[in-house]
T-cell receptor
Framework: GAGVSQSPRYKVAKRGQDVALRCDPISGHVSLFWYQQALGQGPEFLTYFQNEAQLDKSGLPSDRFFAERPEGSVSTLKIQRTQQEDSAVYLC??????????????FGPGTRLTVT | AQSVTQLGSHVSVSEGALVLLRCNYSSSVPPYLFWYVQYPNQGLQLLLKYTTGATLVKGINGFEAEFKKSETSFHLTKPSAHMSDAAEYFCAVSGGGNNDMRFGAGTRLTVKP
């Protein structure tokens, strides 16, 4: 019964290392979103995919952040040369519809990234 | 641009008491409004949503919210709190052609026995 899954659930990286976070959305879902949730805060939008097309990456905080969804299903968020301020929970969400964020999103459990 | 303000980062109620979590939004277009709940180490789960139509929206677990355009509010209520309601609650807004959903900072609900 598959909900949205994310891996790894926890990641510790040394400053300067590259990391890759994986999201498996619900099968058939058209839309996929990535969010960054800092401690004690609400999720902040990073990027949006409609199928394989990245339609919005306005929330990516720097060019060290890169996301892809090459076949319109699994997505990877990559962070290069990690910094301490990148420490957060990274949430992935999917939706069966296109047209952005108008509809309910189904969230994964998140990946907690700690940069030391 | 859209934004959400949740009044009160922490709310504490007694079991059986009314739950009221406040949310005010700002939007230049007709908003789509959502309440999500987050339990520890879990993703967000939708409680309820308002898109169009009836302004009183009922959700899961006995929660409901009322969209009040004149007050730009979408407060979440539950008549009688249960211990299992203890969690973090997030109000969110989207709308127009936006691809992003804007979340409030969250309200942590504690339920005392």
């Amino acid at each position: 019964g598959a909900g949205v899954s994310q891996s790894p659930r926890y990641k510790v990286a040394k400053r300067g290392q590259d990391v890759a976070l994986r999201c498996d959305p619900i099968s058939g879902h058209v839309s996929l979103f990535w969010y960054q949730q800092a401690l004690g805060q609400g999720p902040e939008f990073l990027t949006y995919f409609q199928n394989e097309a990245q339609l919005d990456k306005s929330g990516l905080p720097s060019d060290r952040f890169f996301a892809e969804r090459p076949e319109g299903s699994v997505s990877t968020l990559k962070i290069q040369r990690t910094q301490q301020e990148d420490s957060a929970v990274y949430l992935c969400a999917s939706s069966p519809y296109g047209r952005g964020a108008r509809y309910e999103q189904y969230f994964g459990p998140g990946t907690r990234l700690t940069v030391t | 641009a859209q934004s959400v303000t949740q009044l009160g980062s922490h709310v504490s109620v007694s079991e059986g008491a009314l739950v009221l979590l406040r949310c005010n939004y700002s939007s230049s277009v007709p908003p789509y409004l959502f309440w999500y709940v987050q339990y520890p180490n879990q993703g967000l789960q939708l409680l309820l949503k308002y898109t169009t139509g009836a302004t009183l929206v009922k959700g899961i677990n006995g929660f409901e919210a009322e969209f009040k355009k004149s007050e730009t509010s979408f407060h979440l209520t539950k008549p009688s709190a249960h211990m299992s309601d203890a969690a973090e609650y997030f109000c969110a807004v989207s709308g127009g052609g936006n691809n992003d959903m804007r979340f409030g900072a969250g309200t942590r609900l504690t339920v005392k026995p």
